[in-house]
């Protein structure tokens, strides 16, 4: 039963161009959350989706990122236009249930030149 | 004041100490959560608690949910504990986290 999977693990991107950040939950889970750590910062909550919807975007930069959860398929972390302060380390966690236990994903680390 | 404060910041033990890390927070919570991030960057969910006490192997987690505290120990610490420990305070799927503690076991 494999983990939460997040791919890539590194992601190196040029000013202006698209990053799209994937998190495959685990089996059975179906609330899928991501974060932010910023280079020497604490995680920031930046998103909660179910299936096929977003049910908390309140900690997601309102420019530039999106995120969904499809019926088929992972979840997908998107930032358009990249810039410098976005490079971090992007993590996702999945639960069973809103309040139960999560797992994390290793991450992806964001490099944006 | 940040939402979840953690105590110490930083943390050095030899080998075989017993290790205690501390948790305040100030929001409402269903859960308090501790995580374990490895020096290679990837997070472990270690406890969820909402009250009392849990134990696994050399970990125990514990909270008071009146004084809003909860510590985390390690028995008998081994240099492979050596990592950044956080508190995260979670009120359904809101979830705060603390600055974590980086924990140095030495040989």
């Known amino acids: 039963n494999a983990g939460v999977m997040q791919n890539p693990r590194h992601l190196v991107r040029r000013r202006g161009q698209e990053a799209r950040l994937r998190c495959s939950p685990m089996k059975g889970h179906s609330h899928v959350y991501w974060y932010r750590q910023l280079p020497e910062e604490g995680l920031k909550f930046m998103v909660y989706?179910?299936?096929?919807?977003?049910?908390?975007e309140s900690g997601m930069p309102k420019e530039r990122f999106s995120a969904e959860f499809p019926k088929e398929g992972p979840s997908i972390l998107r930032i358009q236009q990249v810039v410098r302060g976005d490079s971090a380390a992007y993590f996702c966690a999945s639960s069973r249930e809103a309040d139960g236990g999560y797992t994390f994903g290793s991450g992806t680390r964001l490099t944006v030149v | 004041k940040n939402e979840v404060e953690q105590s110490p910041q930083n943390l050095t033990a030899q080998e075989g100490e017993f290790i205690t890390i501390n948790c305040s927070y100030s929001?409402?919570?269903?859960?308090l959560h501790w995580l374990q991030q490895h020096p290679g960057g990837g997070i472990v969910s270690l406890f969820m608690?909402?009250?009392g006490k849990k134990k696994h192997g050399r970990l125990i987690a514990t909270i008071n949910i009146q004084e809003k505290h909860s510590s985390l120990h390690i028995t008998a610490s081994h240099p492979r504990d050596s990592a950044v420990y956080i508190c995260a305070a979670a009120n359904n799927n809101d979830m705060r986290f603390g600055a974590g503690t980086r924990l140095t076991v030495k040989p």
């Open positions: 929001v409402g919570i269903s859960a």
């Open positions: 608690l909402s009250s």
């Open positions: 989706l179910q299936k096929e919807n977003i049910i908390d």
